[in-house]
């Protein structure tokens, strides 16, 4: 009994430590991102004295907001080797955090309604295949085939032409990634302070030299921006500009529903991306408001674009109650490709930030190569091609070119 | 989130009868000398802070104005003189 009771009792899966006057690395921002940087400078390259310094909660931000779906099918090959190493990572990651991510292989399936698309997903399954990753066109019978609720006659409005299906991909419980990172990095000894907000950023003779708080000041001799699209605001502390726009991007979820969507589905043209959670919900979002903003309000008006969307292509789905919807921020590139540098304007400065709406596909394997560029110093080949000067030597990434461009956002 | 904008011509208005034009950033840089980092500091690279910033916005279901604005990205609502 004794021993049953010990393992019902409630444990805390990290505990809370004092806020050191120094530490060599400080990371701001406790989502995906930073916590897995930092578990990885802690687990990998032996760098344990390590804060993260979170607003909120950890959390709180892109990392606890965004829909959890994950795919390696972008369009240029740059992006295609990281996003593909990072699937690959997912169910390592549950080994090793000895954690219950839900990573829920679904298979992804994109939609396309004009020869445009189509051609757009010729060259991403070109990409992909490649680089040796499943993903392959398929004709509107063979869709139904994968999830039969779509109507693929030529009523709707955008009667369904190809897909594009990549079965590596899915979907995760993206609060269970937070909480096993937190975890993971808490017990390699990094400090995790919770409603610690950054109000200031110091710098001496050009290096970064510690961070000011709402609890005082901290030391340091490296210090991360990795706070998704707050990162665009801190970087105005050291009058640094980006490239990046962080909008506001909105999802919600449906009554739960028995399983009749086994994939993730989702269609540029109907602006649109659904799955369904294991809870039974239909998770959809895509809708981004275009002007700057670090709010993170909804706007009733989408609402109805949504169900309009969701209901021409997939029927079933009428007279389906929304539950409750909520936002978070992209921040978004011209390029649509994220920015990840070392010492930017500062020695000891580490940049990760203009993820748009990929941050959390891509979140444990870019901590694992930020804790390296931030552990060695140099940029790792893989994200090399993702520094801030590509902007101003016309070398963008190419991401618009992509088949999953949901909307109209540069302004 | 949305709100109202006061149009020069038209008034207080619904957000969604106006596009966004963008932060303003002043007069486009001379081309005579204009050196590519230059051109892409001007044109892509910002300063967002969360603070009230200057705005093109255009009344695209209204009027058809193009007008500058003061809104803060910290509340996404239309700073007004007076409040």
């Excluded at chain 1, 396309?112 to 010729?122: D, L, M, P, Q, Y």
């Excluded at chain 1, 921020?329 to 990760?352: E, K, S």
Aim: charged fraction near 20%.
């Amino acid at each position: 009994m004794a021993m049953l009771r010990d393992y019902l009792r409630p444990t805390r899966l990290w505990a809370p430590a004092p806020i050191k006057p120094h530490y060599q690395v400080v990371i701001i921002g406790g989502g995906i991102h930073g916590l897995a940087t930092a578990y990885f400078l802690a687990k990998t390259h032996g760098i344990r004295d390590v804060a993260v310094l979170e607003r909120h909660y950890i959390g709180f931000g892109g990392s606890g907001r965004n829909t959890a779906i994950v795919r390696a099918n972008q369009r240029t090959a740059a992006s295609v080797r990281l996003y593909d190493e990072g699937l690959k990572l997912w169910p390592v990651l549950v080994d090793e955090l000895d954690f219950n991510l839900m990573f829920f292989n679904s298979g992804n399936l994109n939609l396309a309604h004009s020869e445009a698309a189509v051609a757009a997903f010729r060259m991403a399954i070109g990409t992909a295949n490649f680089l040796g990753i499943r993903s392959e066109l398929l004709d509107p019978l063979q869709c139904r085939e994968l999830i039969p609720a779509l109507d693929i006659s030529d009523r709707p409005e955008h009667p369904i032409q190809a897909g594009m299906y990549h079965p590596p991909g899915g979907t995760l419980r993206h609060d269970a990634v937070v909480w096993a990172l937190a975890k993971g990095a808490a017990a390699h000894g990094v400090h995790i302070h919770q409603g610690v907000e950054v109000t200031g950023i110091d710098t001496d003779g050009g290096r970064v030299t510690g961070v000011q708080t709402n609890r005082g000041a901290l030391q340091c001799r490296q210090l991360g921006i990795m706070a998704g699209g707050y990162g665009t605001a801190l970087c105005t502390l050291i009058g640094l500009e980006l490239p990046v726009h962080p909008l506001t991007i909105q999802a919600m979820v449906t009554q739960p529903l028995k399983p009749f969507l086994n994939h993730v589905v989702s269609s540029g043209a109907y602006h649109v991306y659904a799955t369904q959670t294991l809870k039974g919900e239909i998770a959809t979002g895509a809708h981004m408001d275009p002007q700057v903003n670090y709010t993170t309000d909804p706007t009733a008006r989408y609402f109805k674009h949504q169900a309009e969307a969701l209901t021409d292509f997939m029927p079933v789905l009428k007279d389906v109650k929304f539950m409750r919807t909520w936002a978070g921020l992209a921040d978004m590139t011209p390029d649509m490709a994220p920015i990840m540098d070392a010492n930017v304007g500062f020695d000891g400065l580490y940049l990760d930030v203009g993820w748009g709406y990929f941050g959390f596909k891509a979140g444990p394997i870019a901590g694992k190569y930020l804790a390296e560029m931030i552990a060695r110093d140099q940029i790792p080949e893989i994200i090399s091609p993702f520094g801030l000067g590509r902007f101003l030597e016309n070398r963008y990434a190419g991401e618009t070119a992509g088949a999953m461009k949901y909307g109209h956002w540069d302004s | 989130m949305t709100f109202m904008l006061t149009c020069p011509i038209c008034g207080r208005r619904e957000l969604h009868e106006f596009l966004c034009g963008g932060q303003e950033r002043g007069p486009r840089p001379p081309q005579e000398g204009l050196s590519a980092e230059a051109h892409f500091r001007y044109a892509q690279f910002r300063s967002i802070p969360p603070a009230p910033q200057p705005e093109w916005w255009y009344h695209g279901q209204g009027c058809g104005v193009w007008f500058k604005a003061t809104r803060n990205p910290a509340t996404n609502r239309e700073e007004r003189p007076g409040g």
